[in-house]
């Protein structure tokens, strides 16, 4: 057959039918040894993670409030023991409820009629009634709130630990299916827990200083808003990453590529 | 106490529909990247390739007409043996009131083999214009595109080709969005595409479940919907129902992967809010009509009927989910959050996973490893908040085929506003 320089020696499907291979071991093996036991160390050291995040929050809101104005507590989790931070908020009286009403009200008339659709301006959108639906219940029911702000702690810090396991496994997950070397799984694993952890006690200290120095008016809509899908952003932006170098890698290499 | 028991109850049985979800799309990601593909009939080199009738709606495509008629001339189809191409073009001007008519009858003065249709009586919409001209299509084999579509020369062969096997009852092709550097939409809409096709359309064929006809790059045969009573013209999805009207039948539906084709993306959220909702509300008048047929049909294995149920209750879920976030603001307000000792984070997580954008993250991220994209990986975090965007108008469009079915209201044809600006945009 003839074959000059400008011919095909190959001739391959395009990329409509082109899969890769796995390695069952190396994937099992990453599961194993890295997702799983990643997964786990949130829960084994428990007590001193959510120690060390109550602790650091401490720490950071009396530099800002005064010493003496927290106390770190404990309590069981099915998981383990978790510590939180103790501390009193404040209860919006009805005029602070009221105008919070108000002013959400006029935000969400300006969304409505003057601000263009964007998925932001809808997610704004979604806050703002969980909030109004927050000053309501102030209204007419203050007295029935069912949490202190201590309370709240509390439940913040059961969801952290869910948001830390569930965050390193799905990123463990991801990664550990695609083809590329186990410390770069590792390091995105790692990665991923500390953004987790740092982004945990940012949130937390916000959350905690906002409650109390303002209202507990503002718990419903951080926590419906500020909660897990904002974690999703950091590990679907790692994600984004890891597959990023993944496609470069693979474009440089076809030979990895089955048809 | 009853009803807080039914709102955790709810809220449980949601996370469990979400994870549902979320295995479905993880099984689709593995096989895609990691199996054998299965290929359909783009191998059959016929010389018995049939005589096709290319359908394309227009209303008001003064700016695209040209571009897919021009793109459908050049197409390489086969000719018979005398040379004439086995092809019509049926260009549907359906109730146009710019130049579509005038551009229509240009061509068809030029080219003989495309026969528009001008219609200005009767029901306006796609599935009325489609039912007409069956009518007088000559082809036994009816390929659709819309009119924003741009078909690639060796594209309708690779569609027809599939009709070679006789249990084929309609096929359907990969679409890419061809404004992507429009603005962030498109490329956002071009990732979701790919995730939609490249992922999870080859991997339910892989997989022997559903693959779905769109109503556009795609084709059936004739005799087929004509005998079963042609398009439904009260039904806004017609390709949805045409899907379930033929897996409930024992028809096979063949995703032609290598069939590429490209579309213009809407450009600005708010025609794609309309869009979006449109769909809703049409899948959703499908399932209402088509839910208990499907459990009921003899043509399909249990697999592939959990993954029909799945695919037809699709645009269900983000009201699932919107009732699951008003659920849980209930249980927040009454002091009962603290279900399953704080692990109600998972329910987000399976909403995310499952139905942040149609396809979840790690199944686009896949798509585009396959299609060998790199910088457009980077806007996968900006697909979150288009989790928010489709919670709320696809509620809204639910709700709107709920009152169409209560109420026996006609749905109105929305057209999709076109962004181009002359020439065929490639």
């Given at each position: 057959m003839l074959v000059t320089a400008n011919m095909k020696q190959t001739i391959r499907y395009a990329r409509t039918y082109r899969y890769l291979m796995l390695s069952k071991v190396r994937t099992a093996g990453l599961v194993f040894l890295v997702v799983l036991p990643a997964s786990c160390f949130w829960a084994f050291f428990s007590p001193e993670i959510t120690g060390a995040l109550a602790y650091i929050s401490k720490d950071i809101l009396e530099t800002g409030l005064g010493t003496g104005s927290f106390t770190i507590g404990m309590t069981n989790f099915s998981l383990g023991d978790i510590s939180y931070l103790l501390t009193e908020g404040i209860m919006p009286d009805i005029l602070f409820s009221l105008g919070n009403f108000l002013v959400t009200l006029i935000i969400l008339f300006i969304l409505t009629f003057f601000l263009k659709i964007?998925?932001?301006?809808?997610?704004?959108?979604?806050?703002?009634?969980?909030?109004?639906?927050?000053?309501?219940?102030?209204?007419?029911f203050p007295e029935l709130f069912p949490y202190t702000l201590a309370e709240y702690s509390e439940l913040y810090m059961k969801q952290q630990m869910g948001i830390f396991i569930c965050m390193t496994f799905v990123m463990g997950c991801v990664t550990s299916f695609l083809p590329i070397a186990p410390w770069k799984v590792i390091l995105a694993v790692l990665g991923c827990g500390i953004y987790s952890f740092v982004f945990a006690v940012v949130r937390y200290t916000t959350f905690l200083f906002l409650m109390k120095e303002f209202s507990v008016l503002y718990m419903a809509c951080m926590f419906f808003t500020f909660g897990p899908l904002i974690d999703f952003l950091y590990l679907v932006s790692i994600y984004s990453l890891v597959a990023d170098h993944t496609s470069g890698m693979l474009a440089k290499d076809v030979g990895v590529w089955k048809w | 106490m009853v009803i807080i028991f039914f709102m955790k109850l709810y809220f449980v049985i949601t996370v469990l529909v979400m994870l549902a979800y979320a295995v479905r799309h993880t099984v689709f990601t593995y096989n895609r990247l990691y199996q054998p593909q299965k290929m359909y009939c783009q191998d059959i080199l016929s010389s018995d390739i049939p005589f096709v009738s290319v359908l394309i709606p227009m209303h008001n495509e003064e700016l695209v007409a040209h571009g897919v008629l021009d793109a459908l001339l050049r197409c390489d189809y086969p000719a018979d043996t005398?040379?004439?191409?086995?092809?019509?073009?049926?260009?549907?001007?359906?109730?146009?009131?710019?130049?579509?008519?005038?551009?229509?009858?240009?061509?068809?003065?030029?080219?003989?083999?495309?026969?528009?249709?001008?219609?200005?009586?009767?029901?306006?919409?796609?599935?009325?214009?489609?039912?007409?001209?069956?009518?007088?299509?000559?082809?036994?084999?009816?390929?659709?595109?819309?009119?924003?579509?741009?078909?690639?020369?060796?594209?309708?062969?690779?569609?027809?080709?599939?009709?070679?096997?006789?249990?084929?009852?309609?096929?359907?092709?990969?679409?890419?969005?061809?404004?992507?550097?429009?603005?962030?939409?498109?490329?956002?809409?071009?990732?979701?595409?790919?995730?939609?096709?490249?992922?999870?359309?080859q991997a339910r064929y892989n997989l022997n479940l559903l693959p779905q006809y769109g109503g556009t790059v795609g084709g059936f045969r004739k005799d087929l919907i004509l005998a079963t009573g042609g398009f439904k013209v009260d039904i806004l999805a017609e390709d949805t129902e045409l899907t379930y009207r033929l897996a409930c039948s024992g028809w096979?539906?063949?995703?032609?992967?290598?069939?590429?084709?490209?579309?213009?993306?809407?450009?600005?959220?708010?025609?794609?809010?309309?869009?979006?909702?449109?769909?809703?509300?049409?899948?959703?008048?499908?399932?209402?009509?088509?839910?208990?047929?499907?459990?009921?049909?003899?043509?399909?294995?249990?697999?592939q009927r959990?993954?029909?149920?799945?695919?037809?209750?699709?645009?269900?879920?983000?009201?699932?989910?919107?009732?699951?976030?008003?659920?849980?603001?209930?249980?927040?307000?009454?002091?009962?959050?603290?279900?399953?000792?704080?692990?109600?984070?998972?329910?987000?997580?399976?909403?995310?996973?499952?139905?942040?954008?149609?396809?979840?993250?790690?199944?686009?991220?896949?798509?585009?490893?396959?299609?060998?994209?790199?910088?457009?990986?980077?806007?996968?975090?900006?697909?979150?908040?288009?989790?928010?965007?489709?919670?709320?108008?696809?509620?809204?469009?639910?709700?709107?085929?709920?009152?169409?079915?209560?109420?026996?209201?006609?749905?109105?044809?929305?057209?999709?506003?076109?962004?181009?600006?002359?020439?065929?945009?490639?």
């Open positions: 964007r998925p932001i301006t809808i997610f704004i959108y979604i806050a703002l009634l969980v909030h109004l639906c927050s000053c309501l219940f102030f209204i007419f | 005398e040379g004439n191409r086995k092809m019509e073009i049926v260009p549907i001007n359906d109730f146009s009131e710019d130049k579509t008519r005038e551009i229509l009858d240009t061509y068809a003065a030029k080219y003989d083999c495309i026969h528009p249709i001008h219609r200005y009586s009767g029901d306006r919409g796609k599935p009325a214009a489609l039912n007409e001209a069956m009518k007088s299509a000559k082809g036994q084999i009816i390929v659709v595109f819309d009119a924003d579509y741009i078909p690639a020369r060796g594209l309708l062969r690779e569609l027809v080709v599939s009709f070679m096997d006789p249990e084929v009852g309609a096929v359907m092709g990969r679409v890419i969005p061809v404004n992507t550097e429009a603005n962030i939409l498109t490329r956002l809409l071009d990732l979701e595409r790919s995730g939609g096709y490249q992922v999870d359309q096979k539906i063949v995703y032609a992967n290598t069939a590429e084709c490209y579309e213009e993306a809407p450009e600005t959220w708010e025609i794609r809010a309309r869009q979006i909702r449109r769909w809703a509300r049409g899948h959703n008048e499908v399932m209402f009509r088509y839910f208990g047929t499907l459990l009921s049909t003899k043509y399909l294995r249990p697999l959990i993954d029909a149920l799945m695919l037809l209750t699709i645009y269900l879920m983000p009201v699932v989910l919107l009732l699951g976030l008003l659920d849980s603001l209930g249980l927040f307000f009454l002091g009962e959050m603290d279900i399953i000792d704080g692990w109600w984070v998972l329910l987000f997580i399976g909403a995310y996973n499952t139905f942040g954008n149609f396809a979840p993250f790690f199944e686009v991220g896949t798509a585009n490893i396959l299609d060998a994209s790199r910088q457009r990986m980077f806007l996968l975090p900006y697909l979150s908040f288009n989790f928010y965007f489709y919670l709320w108008f696809i509620t809204q469009g639910f709700f709107e085929s709920v009152v169409d079915v209560l109420t026996k209201r006609k749905a109105s044809w929305q057209k999709t506003v076109r962004f181009r600006q002359g020439g065929t945009g490639v």
